[in-house]
Each structure stands twice: as C-alpha cells, then as structure tokens.
C-alpha cells in the first residue's frame, strides 16, 4: 500500500495534518508515503480529482485506489485505515 499525500503551504488543514503523518510514518517506517505540493504539481489534482486540501489516497500494490479522504483526519483515523489496508 502508498499514499499519496497532496496539501499545500497555505492549507491550514495541512498545517494540522503534518505533525500527525510524521508521527505516523515514524511508527511505520515500511508504509509508503509521497507528497505532493498542490501548487507545483496540478496534474496531481486532475489524476486523483482532488477537490479539497488535505487529500490522502490510499493506493493498493497495483497502484489503484483503495480509499480516498479529504481534509483533516484524526491520527487515529488514519491509523485504522492503514492497519485495515495495508495488504491490499
């Protein structure tokens, strides 16, 4: 599984969101994550049809979309989706 994070520098749910992914990823160093600025990369926002900041998209081995959330997400939240994901 990866996810393909997309927020932006002036997004305060980004700003929210950061910390929180971190921590995350720390936990979990073998989950895959990538982020995109929605500023620099808006064939990111069309591809994924990003309609809000924050968006998480949770992509399976085959790079196909598992799950698709938008704005700010509890750690706990995200954790879930991760464990209930994770190999697909």
């Known amino acids: ?3 393909i994070k997309i927020g932006a520098v002036w997004c305060p749910g980004c700003v929210v969101m950061k910390p929180r992914w971190e ?3 720390k936990e979990l160093p073998e ?3 990538e ?3 929605a500023d620099e990369n808006k064939e990111i926002l069309e ?3 990003v309609k809000n ?3 998480f998209i949770f992509l399976d081995k085959e790079k196909k ?3 698709k959330r938008e704005n700010e ?3 706990d939240e995200l954790l879930k989706m991760i464990e209930e994901n994770k190999n697909k």
């Open 31 to 33: 989950l895959e994550t």
């Open 65 to 67: 979309i598992i799950l």
């Open 1 to 3: 599984m990866k996810v």
């Open 53 to 55: 900041l924050p968006t």
């Open 73 to 75: 997400v509890s750690k």
């Open 35 to 37: 982020y995109f600025d």
């Open 23 to 25: 921590e995350i990823e």
């Open 47 to 49: 591809k994924y049809e």
